[in-house]
């Protein structure tokens, strides 16, 4: 019975989990402040895209945080559970860049948690987005996932996780393996703790890991910077100092790494 409920939990936690969506959701008010210090943004938005079981309230206090530094955001919702990378790509992206442009911008960053990486590199790969700015991506599995591997194709991973999660293997057959470099301003935040469901596969992946991706399979060639910090999967979207760093990069194009330990 033990072994059942462990399989269970670890099928729900891949790449979304009901319970800890309500917990971050607790976590995402109040916003974290943005520098009072940085100049005023203007003709700039931000595309937020979600990952895998997730929803767009997961992103609502980075949003909150870039809105807060002047920047004009748009704020994804796709279906994640019941349709191909490919499908959520051609739907979700094109509809974010529609409304950045009516907002005004004539510069368009991306700022993705987890598969939502996946969708952008994807829509990048045979399009192009007039104005491209800067993009940052939170744990993104770029180059798959070794829990996806050992899940796939099981009855509760593919009732949970639909096509997608079965696109986010690492092997020739998975989605990231079909994607090139990137060729655009491209900053990555890896992490390398774990919750305590993270924890139960975290023994399948090699390496420092959050329990969902390893350290290493969230770089991407072509990427601009990359960091790791101390944080875990599911929370990093609503972490201050991953916030904090995710605004430094649209700014700057790049991370601050002597402050990545920071508080």
């Not at 203007?42 to 767009?56: D, F, K, M, S």
């Not at 949003?63 to 955001?73: D, F, I, K």
């Not at 991973?157 to 491209?186: C, H, K, M, S, W």
């Not at 972490?239 to 995710?246: A, L, M, P, S």
């Amino acid at each position: 019975m033990r072994s059942k409920r462990v399989w269970s939990h670890a099928c729900c936690f891949v790449f979304g989990c009901a319970a800890l969506l309500a917990m971050a959701s607790a976590y995402a008010a109040p916003p974290a402040a943005a520098d009072p210090e940085l100049a005023p943004v203007e003709g700039q938005c931000v595309v937020l895209l979600h990952g895998l079981g997730r929803t767009h309230r997961s992103m609502a206090r980075i949003e909150a945080v870039l809105r807060q530094a002047g920047y004009a955001t748009v704020n994804i919702d796709y279906p994640s559970q019941s349709q191909t990378i490919e499908v959520s790509a051609r739907d979700a992206i094109p509809h974010g860049v529609r409304a950045c442009r009516q907002s005004g911008a004539h510069t368009i960053h991306f700022v993705t948690h987890s598969m939502g990486g996946l969708l952008l590199r994807y829509y990048l790969q045979s399009g192009a987005v007039d104005g491209l700015g800067r993009v940052v991506m939170l744990g993104p599995p770029n180059q798959g996932s070794e829990v996806a591997d050992a899940l796939a194709g099981t009855a509760l991973y593919d009732r949970i996780n639909g096509p997608a999660g079965a696109q986010l293997v690492t092997g020739p057959e998975g989605l990231p393996a079909r994607l090139g470099p990137v060729d655009f301003p491209l900053g990555v935040i890896s992490d390398n703790e774990q919750t305590a469901i993270d924890s139960v596969l975290a023994s399948r992946i090699p390496g420092e890991n959050d329990g969902k991706v390893a350290v290493e399979r969230a770089r991407v060639e072509g990427m601009h910077d990359f960091l790791v910090l101390p944080v875990n999967h599911t929370f990093m979207v609503v972490n201050d100092v991953v916030i904090g760093q995710t605004l430094q990069f649209l700014r700057h194009g790049a991370f601050l790494h002597e402050e990545a330990q920071g508080p």
